[in-house]
């Protein structure tokens, strides 16, 4: 067709070619960049080896914009886009404007589009998307305890039928307490339970708790049960802790298998996500000494405080 075009044409077609070749290459350049920069600001850790982008984010821009993200995020979770088709993406922007709610859309291969919080995402069916092994296999489960990992905040949850209870107090300072399986008689997790008593003793993360010794009575860990209440610390009134993990976004499967530390229905500490008394981070702390009235924690007068670590396995 060429030959006959430049027979007809007064310019030369190739070099038209060549120039509409340069001018998307350009385009291509420019689209490249722009979508590296909005994926590297927006992308969140929606679990474990998943990442996802906000959906407001994503109804909110250009069709030409949006769909090259919505590949993007496909590439990045699983290497390539060669099972996505433009229909496909098509789709995949309808459920982002499809309103509030968890909701998926099934794709080729095995693989899903997502929604869950507000986050779109892609993963494989049938593959746990928040719980990670990290502790001892039992003789009745495949995991005794898991690392639940759900928009960059971590959980430890107790899997099937295990239900172990560990009553802490005061008097087992000191020690480190080994929880056992009910059925199998191995070990699902540890409980350390230590006296602090100099600022290189604090240290952060999500696993521990501090909170005066003297609160320290009666303390069961334990998993969450439907009738716990949460009143957070600072907070003026509490609710019930199924609503309190709703209005947080806590995924339904983590919830029944979820570790706490409680005083009968009174929950004082949900690692990873909330307490109610003591602190488990810097601001906490600024919180606590402001409620304490004190100035720093090992002044004089300051009530002692103790370490409450669950260690995984």
Same mark, same amino acid.
């Given at each position: 067709?060429?030959?006959?075009?430049?027979?007809?044409?007064?310019?030369?077609? !190739?070099?038209?070619? %060549? @120039?509409?070749?340069?001018?998307?290459?350009?385009?291509?350049?420019?689209?490249?960049?722009?979508?590296?920069?909005?994926? &590297?600001?927006? =992308?969140?850790?929606?679990?474990?080896?998943?990442?996802?982008?906000?959906?407001?984010?994503?109804? =909110?821009?250009?069709? @030409?914009?949006?769909?090259?993200?919505?590949?993007?995020?496909? %590439?990045?979770?699983?290497?390539?886009?060669?099972?996505?088709?433009?229909?496909?993406?098509?789709?995949?922007?309808?459920?982002?404007?499809? &309103?509030?709610?968890?909701?998926?859309?099934?794709?080729?291969?095995?693989?899903?589009?997502?929604?869950?919080?507000?986050?779109?995402?892609?993963?494989?069916?049938?593959?746990?998307?928040?719980?990670?092994? @990290?502790?001892?296999?039992?003789?009745?489960?495949?995991?005794?305890?898991?690392?639940?990992?759900?928009?960059?905040?971590?959980?430890?949850?107790?899997?099937?039928?295990?239900?172990?209870?560990?009553?802490? @107090?005061?008097?087992?300072?000191?020690?480190?307490?080994?929880?056992?399986?009910?059925?199998?008689?191995?070990? %699902?997790?540890?409980?350390?339970?230590?006296?602090?008593?100099? /600022?290189?003793?604090?240290?952060?993360?999500?696993? $521990?708790?501090?909170?005066?010794?003297?609160?320290?009575?009666?303390?069961?860990?334990?998993?969450?049960?439907?009738?716990?209440?949460?009143?957070?610390?600072?907070?003026?009134?509490?609710?019930? #802790?199924?609503?309190?993990?709703?209005?947080?976004?806590?995924?339904?499967?983590?919830?029944?298998?979820?570790?706490?530390?409680? =005083?009968?229905?009174?929950?004082?500490? !949900?690692?990873? #996500?909330?307490?109610? $008394?003591?602190?488990?981070?810097?601001?906490?702390?600024? =919180?606590? %000494?402001?409620?304490?009235?004190?100035?720093?924690?090992?002044?004089? &007068?300051?009530?002692?405080?103790?370490?409450?670590?669950?260690? /995984?396995?």
């Amino acid at each position: 067709m060429i030959p006959q075009i430049r027979e007809a044409s007064v310019k030369d077609p !190739v070099d038209a070619l %060549l @120039s509409a070749a340069d001018l998307l290459c350009s385009d291509k350049d420019y689209f490249d960049g722009l979508i590296d920069e909005l994926f &590297g600001k927006h =992308r969140i850790g929606v679990a474990p080896g998943v990442i996802g982008l906000p959906c407001k984010f994503l109804v =909110r821009l250009h069709p @030409s914009i949006a769909s090259r993200l919505v590949r993007r995020l496909f %590439l990045t979770s699983f290497g390539n886009t060669t099972d996505l088709s433009r229909e496909q993406v098509e789709n995949i922007r309808s459920l982002l404007a499809g &309103g509030r709610g968890n909701r998926s859309l099934s794709l080729s291969g095995g693989k899903y589009a997502g929604v869950f919080a507000g986050v779109f995402f892609f993963s494989i069916r049938n593959r746990p998307l928040f719980t990670e092994f @990290s502790g001892e296999k039992t003789e009745h489960s495949e995991r005794a305890l898991s690392v639940a990992r759900c928009l960059n905040r971590e959980f430890l949850v107790l899997e099937n039928k295990e239900n172990p209870t560990l009553i802490i @107090s005061g008097e087992k300072m000191g020690q480190t307490i080994e929880v056992m399986s009910e059925n199998g008689g191995k070990r %699902l997790f540890s409980v350390e339970l230590k006296s602090v008593e100099n /600022p290189a003793q604090v240290v952060y993360n999500n696993r $521990t708790w501090y909170c005066p010794v003297r609160e320290i009575r009666d303390v069961t860990v334990r998993k969450y049960d439907s009738t716990d209440h949460i009143k957070p610390a600072g907070s003026v009134g509490g609710k019930p #802790l199924r609503r309190f993990l709703t209005d947080r976004k806590v995924p339904v499967e983590i919830r029944n298998g979820l570790l706490i530390a409680a =005083r009968g229905t009174e929950v004082l500490w !949900v690692p990873g #996500l909330v307490h109610a $008394t003591g602190f488990t981070d810097e601001a906490s702390c600024g =919180r606590y %000494l402001d409620g304490q009235g004190i100035g720093k924690l090992f002044e004089n &007068g300051a009530p002692p405080i103790c370490r409450i670590k669950i260690i /995984p396995g």
